[in-house]
T-cell receptor
Framework: DTAVSQTPKYLVTQMGNDKSIKCEQNLGHDTMYWYKQDSKKFLKIMFSYNNKELIINETVPNRFSPKSPDKAHLNLHINSLELGDSAVYFC?????????????FGPGTRLTVL | DQQVKQNSPSLSVQEGRISILNCDYTNSMFDYFLWYKKYPAEGPTFLISISSIKDKNEDGRFTVFLNKSAKHLSLHIMPSQPGDSAVYFCAALTSGTYKYIFGTGTRLKVLA
């Protein structure tokens, strides 16, 4: 009964490949996020969707494209992978309807680009 | 331009003593602050939060203090337990946005 799940947990791939990371939440939340945690452990927001609509799009290369087929899913597709894309990617969700909400995070996907 | 900073990358505390983790921010528009705890190979989990209309919030062994004039918040864990050993992140938010800004984390080690 995992609240926020991500697949795969580990992803090792070659430079130039295209890969996807999937995220699903069963909490009934309206808002979902993608974060990148780099080698310096800095957790930085990349995207946020609210009810399948993109609401935050940080300065992220356009090789990264989020896709939200429904409000329980937010997938991350990465084209032409580069060495610098190696990081841990976290998906998160939060309820809406209040001014402030805590986020619920998935376990992370460790991406290694060789 | 890091708007949320945790200047201590690590902290060691004896079991039973108080742990104090600090966080500074620069953006005066932030009005909600959160602390998350993260174990290795897991995602961050929410611990406690505080809105800018308060200066203290308490939940069991965890207390968060907010000093708006100094743009500083701290998390107190008392008494500290070995299971509290983890990385702690503070985060800040401006109401009406969904943009959570995280600090770089402080690794807490509670020694038995």
């Amino acid at each position: 009964d995992t609240a926020v799940s991500q697949t795969p947990k580990y992803l090792v791939t070659q430079m130039g490949n295209d890969k996807s990371i999937k995220c699903e939440q069963n909490l009934g939340h309206d808002t979902m996020y993608w974060y990148k945690q780099d080698s310096k452990k800095f957790l930085k927001i990349m995207f946020s969707y609210n009810n399948k609509e993109l609401i935050i799009n940080e300065t992220v290369p356009n090789r990264f494209s989020p896709k939200s087929p429904d409000k329980a899913h937010l997938n991350l597709h990465i084209n032409s992978l580069e060495l610098g894309d190696s990081a841990v990617y976290f998906c998160a969700s939060s309820p809406t309807g209040r001014a402030y909400n805590e986020q619920f995070f998935g376990p992370g996907t460790r991406l290694t680009v060789l | 331009d890091q708007q949320v900073k945790q200047n201590s990358p690590s902290l060691s505390v004896q079991e039973g003593r108080i742990s104090i983790l600090n966080c500074d921010y620069t953006n005066s528009m932030f009005d909600y602050f959160l602390w998350y705890k993260k174990y290795p190979a897991e995602g961050p989990t929410f611990l406690i939060s505080i809105s800018s209309i308060k200066d203290k919030n308490e939940d069991g062994r965890f207390t968060v203090f907010l000093n708006k004039s100094a743009k500083h918040l701290s998390l107190h864990i008392m008494p500290s337990q070995p299971g509290d050993s983890a990385v702690y992140f503070c985060a800040a938010l401006t109401s009406g946005t969904y943009k959570y800004i995280f600090g770089t984390g402080t690794r807490l080690k509670v020694l038995a």
